[in-house]
């Protein structure tokens, strides 16, 4: 997925910009200080809590595609899966196969659809 070059904690203060929230209305309403919101919006604090992710895509209202992109922005900051996948990855096998296919392969994105 493109992250169209913006980072995990500008798309938050970008979609509570949208909402009209301030950071500590976005906080009390994820149940985190405003201080620990300050941090994850200016990228100091990379490994936030599934269940905060969680809670900030519920609070900014972010729809299915959205919300897979803030994974994903979070996953890069701290440099790990986005934390919606290793459930599913670890539960389907033919999964665990294609990404290691993949990564043998060096494949890239056209050669993706080829793997069977």
């Keep these: ?18 909402k009209e929230l ?3 209305q976005l906080a009390l ?3 985190i200080t405003p201080e620990y919101m ?9 490994t936030v809590s599934e269940e905060v992710l969680s809670k900030l895509i519920r609070a900014l209202n972010l729809p299915e595609e959205e919300a897979a992109l803030f994974y994903d922005l979070a996953a890069i900051a701290r440099n790990s899966v986005s934390a919606d996948l290793p459930e599913y990855i670890m539960a389907n096998q033919l999964v665990r196969a294609a990404i290691r296919t993949a990564k043998k392969n060096q494949r890239t994105r056209c050669k993706m659809g080829k793997i069977h």
């Excluded at 493109?2 to 798309?11: I, L, M, N, R, S």
């Design 38 to 46: 300050c941090e994850i919006e200016k990228g100091r604090k990379t």
């Design 1 to 18: 997925m493109d992250t169209g070059g913006v980072t995990f904690g500008e798309f938050i203060i970008a979609k509570r910009k949208e």
């Design 29 to 31: 309403a994820v149940d």
């Design 22 to 24: 301030s950071a500590r």
